[in-house]
């Protein structure tokens, strides 16, 4: 049973015990964040979090880590709480295969309830808006799923995206956002300001939680985020026209917020503590005039902590980034078994692939690079053999130890394109990229002495399945 | 109103919200560096004394701050 809202969607996170209320008076700072900090230290099965007694507000709901441990991905995908990491992925994998399920239009979207148009336009009225880390140059919206068309294109649902950006709040109707130049947005922005004109954005907080799913997906430039939607609901994703932009919405949201990127502006924005763990700094960024907020009665501010990793954003760019990746390297080289990109939204990549010739492994590495995601992410890609389970870092550890040998084994590409967040470059923007081959040597490259590798006994698969039936009835 | 920016010192500061609660905070913004914050949050944030090294700010840290992503030329639509 799909979920049409967020609030159905915390309904069943507290039915299964996925909901942690805090009840007691919390300051906005720093409770707020260190809470959603600590509880992402809790591992695997993390609870949400829900806070509806923050110091100084009257009606302040804020929910956090609402996607945040592979308990919680696995409920907003409707699977059993327990599923596991890799069934999680290859679910995601079959459900992708559906891929499109056009949306269904639905009247009397939730959001609709209130507004603020023009001069009384203030988000603080209705966002409870927190600081996250210490060297954050304000607050942020983090987890909004931001809609806009291609200027060049408008009437193409195809082009029109649905994203997860970083948002400051600079004033009651302005705001900052931060399109990484490879990011589908950043070609809608750059084709407004050629035309010398602003781009219209919504800005949707507070959806259901498969288009927080969908929004943080790297898709193509062509395909719609909300035919993704449909085809992981297993139904259409209901969809509302946004008033003021005609854009098209998730009709569940509980506020939705519309304006326009200034064309040819930037502004000073951040620091933000990022994805990577680390700090970026101050930049000049494009700037949002708001001009009309829409919002559910006492609306759920969903909000997202990031920090050092693992926290919510980890879980939530994990199963959708090895997904696509997958699939695009899947097409070219059907010899692919798995892509493992869920450490740091694929700066590293782990391929599993049997080979056909000598250099098969390196070229599907390389090959990484040259996907969508990778011409961004990808700055290390490690390629193990088949046999070897990219989701099982011993098994990736053992493949590194025995097989790489650095004379034959490493490929470094120097001055590739990586976003700017990526900490590890001496200039923002450029990376020398590496692909490892940890595979075995293939036929005429005969180094090393892989002729007499160990296998797993054949009766070991049978005694797994037995030993674990053992162990559930103990 | 009269005060300092925790990060970047400059003194003109203005208020961009107060609690729905009356009296309890205030969040504030400096109009150089565009920094905000809620006189609530610990003095780490709030107090210029008290706010790291590694995060303060200069005007010239803000006019020299890269641009991202660059503004394009601009194209004649036929
Ligand atoms: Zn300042």
Wanted: proline share 9%; hydrophobic share 40%; glycine share 8%.
């Amino acid at each position: 049973m799909p979920y049409d809202d967020l609030r159905s969607f915390l309904a069943t996170l507290d039915e299964q015990g996925q909901l942690l209320r805090v009840t007691d008076e919390v300051l906005p700072e720093p409770d707020v964040a260190a809470a959603a900090n600590a509880v992402s230290r809790m591992g695997a099965a993390a609870p949400a979090l829900y806070f509806d007694n923050i110091t100084g507000f009257t009606s302040a709901r804020i929910a956090m880590n609402v996607h945040g441990s592979w308990a919680n991905h696995a409920l907003a995908l409707g699977l059993p709480k327990e599923t596991g990491t890799e069934e999680q992925i290859q679910e995601f994998i079959r459900r992708w295969d559906r891929f499109p399920v056009p949306p269904r239009w639905r009247e009397n979207p939730p959001w609709a309830q209130n507004s603020l148009t023009g001069s009384a336009v203030d988000i603080f009225q209705v966002l409870p808006l927190v600081r996250l880390n210490d060297g954050d140059g304000g607050f942020y919206i983090d987890k909004a799923a931001v809609v806009s068309r291609d200027p060049d294109d408008p009437e193409n649902g195809g082009k029109q995206n649905v994203g997860v950006y970083r948002i400051q709040v600079k004033g009651k109707a302005r705001l900052a956002l931060q399109p990484v130049p490879m990011h589908d947005i950043a070609q809608h922005l750059r084709k407004a300001e050629e035309r010398g004109e602003d781009l219209p954005v919504a800005i949707t907080i507070g959806n259901d939680p498969v288009i927080s799913i969908v929004a943080a997906t790297p898709m193509r430039y062509d395909e719609n985020e909300y035919e993704l939607a449909g085809a992981l609901r297993g139904a259409p994703a209901p969809i509302a026209t946004a008033p003021l932009t005609g854009l098209p919405v998730p009709w569940g949201s509980e506020v939705v917020i519309e304006g326009v990127i200034e064309g040819r502006k930037r502004e000073i924005e951040g620091p933000f503590g990022e994805f990577t763990g680390h700090y970026s700094g101050g930049r000049r960024l494009p700037v949002i005039r708001v001009d009309r907020i829409s919002y559910r009665t006492d609306p759920v501010f969903e909000h997202l902590y990031l920090g050092m990793p693992w926290t919510e954003i980890d879980y939530l760019i994990a199963a959708n980034t090895c997904v696509p990746l997958y699939r695009q390297l899947k097409a070219d080289f059907p010899e692919v078994r798995a892509v493992n990109a869920i450490y740091t939204h694929g700066l590293v990549v782990i391929v599993s692939t049997a080979s056909r010739y000598r250099g098969f492994a390196r070229s599907v590495g390389m090959r990484v690079l040259s996907t969508p995601h990778g011409l961004g992410y990808a700055a290390t890609v490690i390629v193990v053999d088949a046999d070897v389970d990219p989701f099982n870092l011993p098994q990736v550890m053992w493949a590194l130890s025995t097989k790489m040998n650095p004379a034959h084994d490493l490929i470094t590409i120097s001055s590739m394109p990586v976003m700017e967040l990526a900490p590890q470059v001496d200039t923002p923007g450029v990376v020398d990229k590496l692909v490892i081959d940890a595979t075995s040597p293939t036929h005429p490259h005969g180094h090393g002495n892989h002729s007499s590798q160990v296998r797993d006994l054949p009766e070991a698969t049978q005694w797994l399945a037995r030993l674990q039936k053992l162990a559930a009835h103990r | 109103m009269q005060g300092t920016c925790p990060r970047c010192a400059h003194d003109i500061i203005e208020v961009l919200f107060t609690s729905p609660v009356v009296g309890v905070w205030e969040v504030r913004q400096c109009q150089q560096c565009l920094y905000c914050w809620r006189t609530s949050e610990p003095a780490r944030r709030t107090e210029r004394d008290a706010y790291p090294e590694g995060f303060r700010m200069t005007s010239d840290d803000i006019t020299s701050a890269p641009e991202v992503p660059s503004v394009p030329a601009q194209r004649v639509i036929p």
